[in-house]
C-alpha cells in the first residue's frame, strides 16, 4: 500500500512554507528515521525524517527548491517492491457554463503517514466567479474570498487581475511580518520604561573582560546580565512568565528566555531554557552559541520555541527607549536601550553615573500596569545592587 508523504506542520501557527530539497534520491530505497527532505517553516530550516520504510518515489506534481507548500501537500510516496504510483488525481475543467465537470473521487486507498494533517479544503467559488476565472486565465485557488463565509466573488477574481504586482516577502519576512501582526491582534500592549544605574554591570564586564585576557574565554553582554537578572525578577513576579493557550493563561513553572537576534534574514528568537540554573558565564556561553547558529541559519524550530519571556536589545545603535512587540503567545517583553554615562544627583553632589534604560511591553490582557510596574522596579532594583553594598548577594555572581 503506497505511504504518502506531505507537508507536516512545524509550529503550532505554520499554514505553509518553502520546499528546501529532498535529501533522497527518486527510487532510493528509504528506512524509518532517516531525513528525506527539508522544508523552510516559520524562521527555520529543518531536515524530515521519514516515519516508515519503502522506496521514495516523488510525484510529478512536486514542488521545486524554493516553492511555497502548504501543510498536507503531498510530495510522493513510499512503496514497496514492485509497487506502482497511485494514479493521480484528474485536475478539475471548467465548462463554458461555469460549473466543474469529472470530479473523479480521489483514490483513498494509500494511507498517510502519522498524523500528519490532510490538504487544505478549496475556497468555495459562485459560478460567475468561476466562469470569469476561466476567460481570464486566473488561478482562483490561493485568492482570499469577499463574500460572507468566504466565497470568492467575481469582483475578487477581477481584483486579482488589476492588482498590481509587488515584488513577494522573502519567506524570511513572510513568517516575520505574521507573527508581528497576530500579536498586535492578539494582545492588549502597554509600555512602560524606566531608567537604573548600571555602574556595577559596567564595572563587572570590565573585570570580567580584564581577566579574560586574550584567551578564548566568553565574556558575558549586556544582554545576557539582564537575561540572569530578568530570570530573577521573574521568580518574584510569576504572572510576567506566563502564555496564552487559546484564550486561556497558563503559568509556566520554568523560565525560557528568549532572546532577540539580528541576522541578514531578519530577526530570529532563539530561547534559553531553565535560565535560573546556570551561572553568568554559562548563559552567556549558551547565548553565544545561539547567536551563532541563528546567524548561519542552523537554528532548528525546537529552538526557537517554548520560551515564556523575551529580551530584545537595541543599546548597540544607540538607542534609549522603544517599544517592543510580544513574542505571542508570550505575554511580556523586555526592551534594553543603551547604556549611557550621565550626570545625575546624588545628595548634595552631580556625579556621573553609566544609566541603563528599559522598556516593558506587557498584554494588559494578563495583568495590570501595578504588576508590570513592580516586576520593572524589582529589575531596576537587582541591576543597582551591582553598584550598592559589596556584601549583599549578587545574581550575576551566582
Not at 100 to 118: E, G, V
Not at 182 to 194: D, E, F, I, K
Not at 208 to 236: F, I, Q
Not at 276 to 300: D, G, H, N, V, W
Request: aromatic share 4%; net charge neutral; charged share 20%.
Amino acid at each position: 500500500m503506497a505511504i504518502e508523504i506531505i507537508v507536516p506542520r512545524l509550529g503550532w501557527s505554520m499554514e505553509e512554507g518553502k520546499f528546501v530539497a529532498w535529501l533522497k534520491q527518486d527510487g532510493e530505497s528509504v528506512r524509518a528515521g532517516e531525513a528525506l527532505f527539508s522544508i523552510e517553516g516559520d524562521k527555520a530550516v529543518q531536515e524530515i525524517e521519514s516515519i516508515d520504510s519503502g522506496l521514495l518515489r516523488i510525484a510529478p506534481s512536486a514542488p521545486a527548491p524554493g516553492e511555497t507548500i502548504h501543510v498536507g501537500d503531498i510530495l510522493g510516496y513510499l512503496l514497496s517492491e514492485g509497487e506502482e504510483l497511485p494514479d493521480a488525481t484528474p485536475s478539475p475543467k471548467v465548462t463554458d457554463r461555469g460549473t466543474i465537470a469529472d470530479q473523479s473521487i480521489p483514490n483513498t486507498a494509500s494511507a498517510p503517514i502519522s498524523a500528519f494533517p490532510q490538504a487544505r479544503p478549496t475556497p468555495a467559488i459562485s459560478p460567475r466567479a468561476l466562469r470569469v476565472a476561466a476567460e481570464l486565465g486566473v488561478d482562483w485557488s490561493m485568492i482570499r474570498g469577499s463574500g460572507r463565509t468566504g466565497r470568492i466573488r467575481e469582483k475578487d477574481i477581477r481584483g486579482a487581475v488589476t492588482r498590481p504586482t509587488t515584488a513577494p516577502l522573502p519567506s524570511m519576512r513572510e513568517a516575520i511580518a505574521r507573527r508581528m501582526l497576530q500579536s498586535v491582534r492578539s494582545t492588549a500592549p502597554v509600555t512602560l520604561h524606566t531608567t537604573a544605574c548600571a555602574d556595577g554591570l559596567v564595572r563587572l564586564r570590565h573585570h570580567v573582560r580584564a581577566a579574560a585576557g586574550n584567551s578564548s574565554a566568553v565574556v558575558p553582554s549586556y544582554t545576557d546580565m539582564l537575561v540572569k537578572l530578568a530570570a530573577a525578577a521573574l521568580e518574584l513576579h510569576p504572572a510576567l512568565n506566563a502564555s496564552w493557550d487559546n484564550d486561556n493563561l497558563v503559568p509556566s513553572s520554568s523560565i525560557h528566555i528568549g532572546v532577540a537576534v539580528d541576522t541578514e534574514a531578519g530577526l530570529l528568537v532563539p530561547v534559553i531554557r531553565d535560565v535560573p540554573r546556570f551561572s553568568l558565564r554559562e548563559i552567556a556561553s549558551r547565548s553565544l552559541e545561539l547567536i551563532t547558529r541563528a546567524r548561519a541559519r542552523k537554528l532548528s524550530a525546537d529552538e526557537m520555541q517554548g520560551g515564556t519571556f523575551t529580551v530584545t536589545s537595541l543599546g548597540s545603535f544607540g538607542i534609549d527607549a522603544f517599544t517592543p512587540i510580544i513574542n505571542y503567545p508570550q505575554c511580556a517583553i523586555l526592551g534594553v536601550g543603551r547604556i549611557l554615562r550621565q550626570p545625575v544627583a546624588d545628595a548634595n553632589n552631580i556625579v556621573l553615573r553609566d544609566i541603563i534604560s528599559l522598556s516593558l511591553t506587557f498584554d494588559h490582557r494578563a495583568l495590570d500596569g501595578a504588576p508590570a510596574a513592580r516586576f520593572l522596579q524589582t529589575l531596576c532594583g537587582l541591576i543597582e545592587k551591582e553598584t550598592g553594598d559589596p556584601n549583599m548577594k549578587s545574581h550575576l555572581r551566582s
